[in-house]
């Protein structure tokens, strides 16, 4: 069974993304910012793919982004970053960082599943 950590400030679009993937047969945790997923992906190491909103306090989406890719004893899953940000600097920024891919919110439940599919999760 594969594991996606949902990391969003927003409780509703984690329950709503939790609910995209209730029919994948994955394990999913959540953490509300990236200074929470941090310490997620630090005690469950077995995590496969990330979930991952830019916009949040505390640590935001490109700064987990970064501090995971840039740090050689964290676990290095997929990356999919979801969110509102969709200038063509942010999205390269995102993917240079080391994101395995983009997804534009609002996001249906067909476009994250092909998205997972095509970084080797589902």
Not at 39 to 44: E, N, Q, R, Y
Not at 51 to 71: A, C, E
């Amino acid at each position: 069974m594969k594991t996606i950590l949902l990391v969003d400030d927003s409780r509703a679009v984690r329950l709503a993304t939790r609910r995209m993937l209730g029919q994948s047969n994955c394990s999913i945790l959540e953490a509300e910012d990236g200074s929470e997923a941090l310490t997620v992906l630090k005690s469950h190491p077995e995590i496969d793919a990330i979930l991952l909103d830019w916009n949040m306090p505390i640590m935001d989406g490109i700064t987990f982004l970064k501090t995971v890719r840039s740090d050689g004893h964290l676990p290095q899953p997929k990356i999919v970053m979801c969110t509102t940000e969709g200038e063509f600097s942010r999205i390269m920024d995102a993917l240079q960082s080391g994101a395995n891919e983009y997804i534009m919110k609002p996001y249906t439940q067909e476009i994250m599943l092909e998205k997972l599919q095509e970084v080797g999760v589902l």
